[in-house]
C-alpha cells in the first residue's frame, strides 16, 4: 500500500484558549491518513469538528496539538514565512463550504481561477491564461461562463469554480468541505463523479467532507467517523457501511436507508434509554449501551482489514440489542 500523502495524528483543535486553559476543544486526538488517487470521507453531524479539521491542514485552525504532515512536509512544524509559503504553494487546497462566499464577487470566473497562480507569481500573464483555461476544461466548465461573475452562475457551477482554482494549483491534496450539500441529486453526482476522475487524472489525495451518509457512500473508499470531535470509527466504505463497529456509525447507516446494507438495525434500537451523568465516552449520552465501563474514554483499537473504532463494547453490542429487529 502506497505510503500516506496526508498523515494526521493526535490533533487537537481548542478555540479560544488562553495559555492552555479554558477554550473549547473542538478536536480531541484525532488521527486519519490519505493517499494519492484515493477518496476519504469524513463525516459527522452539525459541529463535529469537520470544517476544523481541513481548515487545521491548511494552517487555518488554532491546533493544540498532534502532529499534520502533508507529501512528507510537517505543517505543524512551521512558522511565519515558512507556513505562508506552504499555503502559497497551493500543494494542499481546502474547498470551502460556501462556495459564493468565498469567491470575490466582483471577479470572472476566468480571473478568479488564475487569481491562485497570480499570488504565487507562477509563470507570464499569458502562461496563467492558459493554465486556468485548462483547469476549466478539467472541470467541464463551459468556456462560455469565463466571463460571468460568481453571481451569475447556479450552485454546482459555483462549486465547479471552486474545484477549477484549486486544481489550477496542481495540489496532492484536496480537501473539500461539503461540496455537495447545497446540490440538488443531478447535480450532486456529477460534482461527485468530478472528484472521482480527478482524483485518478490527477493522482491527488482527495478528502470530502459531509454530514450526509449517502453522498460519501458510492464514492469515497474510505471513511471516518466524527462525533463532537473524537473520531469514533474508520475504514474502507463497503465494510464500515454494511457492518459498523461504532453504535453511532450504526445509528448513522440505520438512519439512512439507501445506505443500509447487509445490517438490519432499526434506529429505535440504538437510542439511548437511560439519562447518562459526566465524563468518559463522547457518545454515551445517545448510547444504549452505555454502562460504567464507558465512563473510562475509549481508545481507536484497530480491527483486521484497516479499520479501526473507539467503543468498549465494539464486538458484543450487537449481542446486546434485545428487541427484535423492528419493520420499517
Ligand atoms: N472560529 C471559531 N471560533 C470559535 N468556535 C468555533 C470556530 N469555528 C468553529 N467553532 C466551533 O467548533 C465546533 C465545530 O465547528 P465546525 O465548523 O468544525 O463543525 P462542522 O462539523 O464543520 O459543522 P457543520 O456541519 O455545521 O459545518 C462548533 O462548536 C463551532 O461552534
Ligand atoms: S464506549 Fe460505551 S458509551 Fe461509548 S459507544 Fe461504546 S458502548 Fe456506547
Ligand atoms: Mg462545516
Known sequence: ???????????????????GRGGQQVL???????????????????????????RAVVGLSPVTGG????????????????????????AAQYLFQDPLRALDPD???????????????????EQRSERAAAALRQVGLDPVLADRLPG?????????????????????????????????????????????????????????????LSSLAGIADRIAVLYRGRLVEQGPTAEVLSRPLHPYTALLT???????????????????????????????PRCAFAEDAC??????QARPGGREVACHHADDWRARIAAPVLAH
Not at 502506497?2 to 498523515?7: G, K, N, P, V
Not at 477549477?164 to 461540496?179: G, H, K, N, Q
Request: with cysteine; proline share 4%.
Open 1 to 19: 500500500m502506497s505510503e500516506a500523502l496526508l498523515r494526521i495524528e493526535e490533533l487537537s483543535v481548542a478555540f479560544g484558549r488562553r495559555g
Open 28 to 54: 480531541d486526538q484525532v488521527s486519519l491518513e490519505a493517499r494519492s488517487g484515493e477518496i476519504l470521507g469524513v463525516i459527522g453531524e452539525t459541529g463535529s469538528g469537520k470544517t476544523t479539521l481541513a
Open 67 to 90: 502532529r499534520i504532515s502533508v507529501d512528507g512536509v510537517e505543517l505543524t512544524g512551521l512558522r511565519g514565512r515558512a507556513l505562508r509559503e506552504y499555503r502559497r504553494s497551493g
Open 107 to 125: 471577479l470572472t470566473v476566468r480571473d478568479l481561477v488564475a487569481e491562485p497562480l497570480a499570488v504565487t507569481g507562477a509563470g507570464s500573464r
Open 152 to 212: 451569475q452562475l447556479s450552485g454546482g457551477q459555483r462549486q465547479r469554480v471552486l474545484l477549477a482554482r484549486a486544481v489550477v494549483t496542481r495540489p496532492r491534496l484536496l480537501l473539500a468541505d461539503e461540496p455537495v450539500s447545497a446540490l440538488d441529486a443531478s447535480n450532486r453526482n456529477h460534482v461527485l463523479r468530478l472528484f472521482d476522475r480527478l482524483r485518478k487524472e490527477l493522482d491527488v489525495a482527495v478528502v470530502i467532507i459531509s454530514h450526509d
Open 254 to 284: 440505520a438512519s439512512a436507508p439507501s445506505v443500509r446494507r447487509e445490517h438490519d438495525l432499526h434506529p429505535a434500537q440504538l437510542r439511548a434509554t437511560a439519562p447518562w451523568e459526566g465524563a468518559g465516552c463522547v457518545f454515551a
Open 295 to 300: 465512563r473510562v474514554r475509549p481508545e481507536a
